[in-house]
């Protein structure tokens, strides 16, 4: 089944404790990308990606790194966590090809800060 | 910069009733247009799309129309379930290899019986 599997789907953490969230797709899609949800602000970008050591930011990316090594996977990593960063993530891949395509979402990380 | 504006919600319907959700873009050039669906506690799945001026989307008795002359791509049904309570996100897609899908801050359905 062609999916986008995030992990964790929940995630209970302290200020400053490193964390990562990975993100992987069966589909060999080239474009992947992190997406952040809050009430009232609908889904913002965190971090893209076009291909293996393309990465780039989106329009929130501050606190946040990422890295494609692989196709396949596209970790979020918070390496000093903060509350404010207390969200809905979501991880998304499309094909790179057009601007017809939509994105293939995960599950989403239910990620809390404390 | 590209934008997206949905109407505010919660939107409450009896079962059985005409849907809309209003969406409004701005967007440089043409982007493709899409509704998405998220249930309670899921991600977001693709509803219906349409990718120039005057196409409809459709699915799942969804329909959304491209309207270029008033950069709207309104959502409706015309009877709704309980099953359809759900957020519905508009986005846009610009044109461009590093395109990203803008999103509206969604609008919440409720579905009574």
């Known amino acids: 089944e062609a999916q986008v599997t995030q992990n964790p789907r929940y995630l209970i953490t302290v200020t400053g404790k490193k964390l990562t969230v990975t993100c992987s797709q069966n589909?060999?899609?080239?474009?992947m990308s992190w997406y952040r949800q809050d009430p009232g602000l609908g889904l913002r970008q965190i971090y893209y990606?076009?291909?293996?050591?393309?990465?780039d930011k989106g329009d929130v990316p501050e606190g946040y790194k990422v890295s494609r090594k692989e196709k396949r996977n596209f970790p979020l990593i918070l390496e000093s966590p903060s509350p404010n960063q207390t969200s809905l993530y979501f991880c998304?891949?499309?094909?790179?090809?057009?601007?017809?395509?939509?994105?293939?979402f995960g599950s989403g990380t239910r990620l809390t800060v404390v | 910069g590209n934008s997206v504006t949905q109407m505010e919600g919660p939107v409450t319907l009896s079962e059985e009733a005409f849907l809309t959700i209003n969406c409004t873009y701005t967007a440089t050039g043409y982007p493709s247009l899409f509704w998405y669906v998220q249930y309670p506690g899921e991600g977001l799945q693709l509803l219906l799309k349409a990718t120039k001026a005057d196409d409809k989307g459709s699915n799942k008795g969804f329909e959304a129309t491209y309207r270029k002359e008033t950069t709207s791509f309104h959502l409706e049904k015309g009877s709704v379930q309980v099953s359809d309570s759900a957020v519905y996100f508009c986005?846009?897609?610009?044109?461009?290899?590093?395109?990203?899908?803008?999103f509206g801050t969604g609008t919440r359905l409720q579905v009574t019986l």
């Open positions: 986005a846009l897609r610009q044109s461009g290899t590093a395109s990203k899908l803008t």
């Open positions: 589909m060999n899609h080239e474009y």
């Open positions: 990606s076009m291909n293996v050591e393309v990465t």
């Open positions: 998304a891949s499309s094909p790179q090809t057009g601007f017809n395509y939509g994105y293939t």
